[in-house]
């Protein structure tokens, strides 16, 4: 073998033993008994056993690269000279497991091959007649073959390789397809050894805020790392966590089709968190357990990894997004149902006709509270003022705890608020604002009817994109009652909207929802409820103070106006019944269905059935499909009956 030759056979076995000796590696170790078929190229040659081994690094688990060596002998016909043929060289193959255990593959080798050919008959000296040359070899194949186990494969081998005289391929000594049968070993060196292992860790990105339980169920706390140094692939992974009373069920955190050996694979961590979650009154700790659900080689296992989860206190919040508040405002607390049930009961036993009831219900909440003492009280701790703008650990109480506190910081007041008045189902809103916190609620009227019930729409919250009015409090005067909350809120909004250098955000609560679920902190306690007697002197005396405010300007625009119709509907926001009447019958007497069923309403409101029916049969007569007047007539025969 010429020197040249000997470097390159050196220099394919040096980058392989290299290869080999790294910290931490796959192998494949392959034999594999062989036929060549050289009859197919030259009709001389007959069929020539063998045998290669190869030694290869496994390549993220799809390449393998190494060295192999071997040996063919071969017997031409009419000839008693023995070919035989010692090779070496470099390899390179690719694989995959399209199924568990069916496994496919294809590569090639180049090297350098050594030939001996010996005459089988003595001279008549004794000795053999020997003659030794070298040159390249080349072979390419595919195999199929069935995975025993993670380590062992047995395979079918096909291909072509071709044995050179001499430094060039055109020199054929044997050429022609072959086949084999090979045992494909493989095994792992090196760091992370270990014959079977799924390895299991999780980040932690932000401690668990309770009052986000609901949100962890779609938004994740951290993350899930698998490593999987099984001796396979892992298919069909279900990742999930649990973490015993604390939460409702496993949560499935995600899937994976599949993992290849050594290869990590990330998961978020989500959780289903239960109200067990909202007893923590200090930070702490929980014991959790991430359960992977997979398939190797076919079979169905599973393993289940325990870990802990770091848990804030109930109460704890980061400002920032000032959506996530959303999350303390819950309309399912069974105490906050209780109480604004009872105040809604008697708010709309005492409801005024044609106004607002949106409004009445919220006077009816705002008084309700203070009546049963409830008032401002700074948090000396984490004060409103100071941490709403930053971005350090606050702390919120939840609506139960400050109704049961009767006390609370202006942002603790306005979530009972909110909630109060969304359990009575009132759609509500806030604005976190420098020195208060306000309050608003949804009036369930357009943008174009906003003066039909106000002095002005300055002081209202207007979003012209959805046509929606909100009214604000202000829950810095919240103890001194709706009068002088709406007034201060209604100038806090003058302000945000009169300074283009003021910020400020408005949040509606039903769409912050849709990010931030509520929770519900209950204790199954009971809570103090007004008077009765008392509140309803005290709802009474807010709306005739917003009639005095509002109303009685919209009945002076209207009798400006000249405008009977508008001005009567206004007449009876403020309960001036007789007024609106006469204003309805100007209508009513130039053939106004509508003021002709207006005056019918008034009737009704003033219990004169009878004249209320006659009034509504008069519609009839005029129109007699008229829907208002049909349901009407209804109703005051089933009171006169």
Not at 191 to 196: D, E, R
Not at 317 to 338: C, K, M, N, R, Y
Request: hydrophobic share 40%; glycine share 8%.
């Amino acid at each position: 073998m010429n020197t040249k030759k000997k470097r390159v056979l050196a220099l394919v076995f040096s980058v392989s033993f290299c290869m080999m000796s790294l910290s931490a590696l796959d192998f494949v170790f392959k034999i594999e008994p062989s036929v060549l078929f050289p009859s197919v190229v030259d009709s001389k040659m007959q069929v020539s056993p063998g045998v290669i081994m190869q030694a290869d690094v496994d390549l993220f688990n799809i390449v393998t690269v190494g060295a192999e060596g071997g040996y063919t002998y071969e017997q031409p016909k009419s000839t008693d000279e023995g070919i035989n043929v010692i090779l070496g060289g470099m390899n390179f193959g690719v694989y995959y497991f399209p199924l568990s255990r069916l496994y496919i593959g294809a590569g090639g080798a180049l090297g350098l091959q050594n030939t001996i050919t010996q005459v089988q008959k003595l001279d008549s000296e004794g000795v053999n007649d020997k003659k030794t040359f070298s040159g390249l070899y080349y072979r390419g194949f595919g195999e199929v073959g069935f995975r025993v186990n993670p380590s062992i494969c047995v395979n079918l081998v096909g291909g072509w390789a071709s044995y050179s005289a001499g430094s060039s391929f055109g020199n054929s000594l044997l050429s022609g397809p072959f086949a084999a049968l090979s045992l494909r070993l493989t095994g792992h060196v090196g760091a992370n050894s270990k014959s079977s292992a799924i390895d299991i860790r999780i980040e932690q990105e932000s401690d668990v805020f309770p009052v986000y339980s609901s949100v962890y169920g779609y938004e994740p706390f951290g993350t899930i790392f698998i490593k999987n140094d099984e001796g396979a692939e892992l298919r069909n992974v279900h990742v999930s966590f649990r973490a015993g009373k604390y939460t409702n069920s496993s949560k499935l955190c995600g899937t994976e089709e599949k993992i290849n050996r050594h290869k990590i694979a990330e998961f978020p961590l989500y959780a289903d968190f239960s109200d067990e979650i909202l007893g923590f009154t200090e930070d702490g700790k929980i014991s959790g357990e991430i359960i992977v659900e997979y398939e190797f080689l076919g079979k169905k296992m599973s393993v289940t990894e325990p870990i802990i989860v770091s848990v804030c206190n109930r109460n704890s919040f980061v400002w920032g997004d000032s959506s996530a508040l959303a999350s303390f405002i819950s309309p399912d607390s069974q105490e906050i149902a209780t109480f604004a049930k009872e105040v809604a009961g008697i708010t709309r036993n005492n409801i005024y006709t044609g106004m607002n009831a949106n409004l009445q219900y919220a006077i009816g909440i705002i008084e309700g509270l203070r009546l049963i003492g409830m008032g401002y009280s700074e948090d000396n701790i984490t004060p409103y003022t100071t941490y709403h703008t930053g971005y350090e650990m606050d702390s919120i109480q939840y609506p139960l705890q400050t109704l049961q506190c009767l006390s609370g910081d202006y942002d603790d007041l306005a979530i009972l608020v909110c909630s109060c008045l969304q359990t009575i189902n009132v759609p509500t809103g806030y604005i976190p604002y420098d020195d208060d916190f306000i309050v608003l609620v949804k009036l369930n009227m357009t943008s174009g009817q906003a003066l039909n019930n106000f002095a002005s729409t300055d002081g209202l919250v207007i979003d012209y994109d959805s046509d929606e009015v909100y009214l604000a409090l202000s829950m810095k005067n919240l103890d001194k009652g709706f009068t002088e909350s709406y007034k201060a809120g209604s100038e806090v909004v003058v302000q945000c909207f009169s300074n283009e250098d003021t910020y400020y955000d408005f949040i509606d609560t039903t769409d912050a929802w849709s990010s931030y679920k509520p929770v519900a902190f209950s204790t199954n306690s009971s809570v103090t409820t007004p008077k009765q007697d008392a509140l309803v002197k005290n709802i009474r005396e807010a709306i005739q103070a917003y009639i005095a405010s509002d109303i009685d300007a919209v009945i002076k625009r209207a009798r400006e106006a000249g405008d009977s119709n508008k001005l009567g509907v206004a007449l009876v926001r403020a309960g001036r019944y007789s007024e609106a009447k006469k204003e309805f019958q100007k209508s009513a007497d130039k053939g106004s269905i509508a003021a002709m069923n207006n005056v019918a309403n008034i009737l009704m409101i003033e219990k004169n059935y009878t004249g209320a029916a006659a009034q509504y049969q008069k519609i009839l007569d005029k129109d007699p499909s008229n829907t208002v007047a049909q349901k009407g007539l209804e109703n005051a025969n089933a009171k006169i009956e």
